[in-house]
């Protein structure tokens, strides 16, 4: 029987978990990457990352969580395991010194298909973009972030209404098989790999809480896609009734208000657009739980009409 491989996991997010648990199966891990543990919740206990939690239920032994990728002890601790392959799935920025060490390569899954949305908010500028279709990509690392030769992708469909979160959801599996696949290819020197077309290249920044506030200027189709981009986290937003308005789900409607303008009336929360408005869904007022719109409006004794301040 052929020996087992030894491939190094990298990750952090649950997106990464079902890549983990792939990998895991099909060819036994033999040691995960991860970040620090950090406190949460109201007593601030440490808490592990979904990947090394993960790992620990998977009876992985070694988990290193260092400080510093850049750190010389950690470097030698990963030359020491002599790997074949190293997977990075939803993690940091890898030095050469630790992307040039595995004997077969160092790949990273990306949740688009590169060369578009390169950067740390794939999904959410897919979906703010407009994107009917999307998907995953596995590529060889290199010194320039999401750039590096393309081993394998898959495609996801983006529907109508699909949230980021939803769509976060959906490319989990997809990365899993992909990284299964990548790593078939390179230990079966089948891999045919194919150079980004930079000139087809977009960004994809991350998002902040403090960028995402709601330009009523725009098109309705445009600050729908805006509010399904950034939902459920950071969340689009803007200011009403003296507070932040959380805004995760709208529809379009054929009503018709001025930009930047609002109407509560027959258990409709609606909002104006550039030629157009749009029916809000799903909101979340300060202080509050999420909540349907159409129970808030029905419920609302305010007034009934305004401009988003």
Known sequence: MAEKPTIIFMGTPEFAVPALRALHARYGVRAVVSVVDKPKGRGLELQPSDVKAAAIEL???TILQPTSLKDPDFQSQIRELRPDIICVIAFRILPKDVYSIPRLGSFNVHASLLPAYRGAAPINHAII???SITGVTSFLLNDVVDTGTIITQREQ???????????YHALMPLAAECAVETCELLLEHRAVVRV???????PAPKVFRETSSIDWQQEPHDVR??????SPA???WTMWSGGVLKIYRASMTTELLGPGTWSIKNGCFLTGCKNGSLLLDEIQLPGKKRMMAIDFARGYRGPSEGVFA
């Open 225 to 230: 896609n805006f509010i399904r981009g950034l």
């Open 129 to 131: 973009r407009g994107e």
């Open 234 to 236: 950071p969340c689009a």
């Open 196 to 202: 980004q077309d930079d000139r087809l290249a977009s």
């Open 157 to 167: 469909s983006i529907d109508d209404g699909m949230t980021a979160g939803e769509l």
């Open 59 to 61: 009876g992985i032994e």
